[in-house]
């Protein structure tokens, strides 16, 4: 969780949110984290931005990338052996429901792909 302070002079508790703030949508291209875990949660941010500001074709960017980072980031969860998803999934029970969460994911990815397909 943040730290508390002052936002606009005022002080609050938990998170700042600043909301509905005008970003270029280039910012997914160029500026995004290189880790999964930090990429899927800034485009995940930056996605309801974009809601909010109603620019759907920038959430739409934000959204492709969310899942691209979310696809990588839960295959790391079980199958990687980098430091970071090995001290987080350290057990064979851990890597297990990881790798379920990944599957769960990958299937409804295929479902909604097949459901974007036009029938012919």
């Keep these: 969780m943040d ?10 508790t938990g998170r700042k949110r600043h909301e509905k703030t005008l970003i270029d949508a280039r910012v997914l291209d160029t500026e995004c ?3 999964e ?37 839960l295959k790391k ?6 430091s970071y998803y090995r001290s987080h999934h350290p057990r ?9 969460e990944w599957l769960k994911f990958k299937s409804l990815d295929f479902v909604w792909a097949t459901a974007r397909t036009p029938l012919d």
Excluded: C
């Design 33 to 35: 984290p290189g880790h």
């Design 3 to 12: 730290p508390q302070g002052y936002d606009a002079g005022k002080k609050v």
């Design 77 to 82: 969860a079980w199958h990687s052996n980098e």
């Design 37 to 73: 875990n930090l990429k899927m949660r800034f485009a995940r941010s930056l996605r309801t931005n974009f809601q909010q500001l109603g620019d759907a074709e920038a959430a739409n960017k934000a959204v492709k990338v969310e899942l691209s980072a979310t696809e990588i980031h």
């Design 92 to 100: 064979v029970l851990s890597r297990t429901i990881a790798f379920f």
